[in-house]
């Protein structure tokens, strides 16, 4: 099964700390916060098995924000989704790198006891992971010299 990436602020996906004032069974409100839906529906993207485009991904979602920085993110089995009882569908990223938009799935008819237990289930089995302001800087360069980023992405590097 493939693994699915969800950026997130990594410090709220720390799996120590909140287990000392959380009854049995809940999640700590924090990742919540990650995991914003629009219309019931939360953007991920589907990586490779040898997890080869973890860091394009990162770099294709780093690009539309209005500055480079350090990037978290979390990696969970798409196997989750069964359990929670949650739907993948394709449907094409909006970030300038082309080829990434394909990696792009939407998690559909999402209520807030699924949302919940997603959080729990990522928090239990995934791994969360950052990718340094300096790797992405490289990655951006690297990528419109390839021709995978237009040339206005360069801008996003910080001088």
């Known amino acids: 099964m493939p693994l699915f990436l969800r950026n997130v602020r990594e410090n709220r996906w720390y799996k120590t700390g909140a287990a000392l004032w959380l009854a049995q069974g809940d ?18 993207w589907e990586v490779a098995i040898d997890r080869s485009n973890v860091e394009r991904i990162v770099r294709a979602l780093a690009v539309t924000r209005q500055k480079i ?4 993110y979390v990696l969970f089995d798409s196997s989750l989704l069964a359990t929670a009882g949650i739907d993948a569908v394709a449907e094409n990223g909006e970030t300038p790198d082309e080829g990434a938009n394909n990696w792009h799935r939407d998690l559909i008819d999402l209520s807030g006891n699924k949302l919940v237990i997603l959080t729990k289930l990522i928090l239990e089995n995934g791994e969360s992971g950052t990718v340094l302001k300096k790797r992405l800087e490289q990655l951006v360069t690297d990528g419109v010299e390839q021709k995978e980023l237009p040339e206005k992405c360069r801008s996003k590097i910080s001088k």
């Open 27 to 44: 999640v700590p409100a924090d990742p919540l916060g990650d995991l914003a839906t629009t219309e019931n529906r939360l953007s991920v």
């Open 69 to 72: 920085a350090d990037m978290g």
